[in-house]
């Protein structure tokens, strides 16, 4: 019973981390990254599409993405779509592909970029938090129900403790990451 907790709160934190760690590669560097157009969905043929899936999304330079869609009548909506994202790109089309040239970054939208990406790291320590507090909380109903003791209560609420210290570490080690990718010119 109380293996199948840990267990539960080991992938629900795993998980945590996951979408952190998705959450960096959609914010904006100095270089280019197909992941910077995760976020962008199109609607194309009346359904919200997403970029990737009705186009190729290359990368030729450091500072360059290219987005060639798989229906050449789709390259409107997806300069619309570009525009009206929060990435702050200009796109232009030569009929067949859009580029996006990747400007480089001022100091002042740098430490924007930083801010942003602490609130996601901090939105993710919190998220496994709240992890802890439910497991921590179902180990005092399994006490109360009298299905475990004491001493093995302890135990596990040390293990959650261990896994909360580890998955808040493995986010601030992204959060390093990201910071010194942003900061770098």
């Known amino acids: 019973m109380i293996d199948a907790l840990v267990e539960d709160a080991l992938t629900r934190m795993d998980k945590s981390v996951d979408a952190t760690h998705h959450s960096f590669n959609a914010v904006r560097t100095g270089r280019a990254s197909s992941a910077l157009l995760d ?3 199109v609607d194309y043929y009346g359904s919200r599409s997403q970029l990737k899936t009705i186009a190729t999304i290359g990368v030729p330079e450091p500072r360059m993405l290219t987005i060639q869609p798989f229906d050449p009548t789709a390259i409107k909506v997806i300069e619309k779509a ?3 994202s929060d990435l702050g790109l200009t796109p232009s089309n030569d009929g067949k592909q859009i580029r996006l040239p990747i400007p480089s970054l001022t100091e002042e939208r740098r430490k924007d970029l930083v801010k ?3 609130n996601y790291a901090e939105e993710g320590r919190i998220s496994i938090r709240n992890i802890r507090r439910d497991v921590l909380h179902d ?5 109360q129900d009298g299905d475990v003791g004491d001493d093995e209560e302890r135990r596990a609420e040390d293990k959650v403790q261990k896994l909360t210290d ?3 570490h493995r986010i601030d080690d ?3 990451k990201k910071e010194t990718e942003i900061m770098e010119v």
Do not use: S, Y
């Open 174 to 176: 992204l959060l390093k």
């Open 116 to 118: 942003m990406v602490r």
């Open 139 to 143: 180990l005092k109903q399994l006490v």
């Open 166 to 168: 580890d998955h808040v």
């Open 39 to 41: 976020r962008i969905t």
């Open 82 to 84: 570009i525009m009206e």
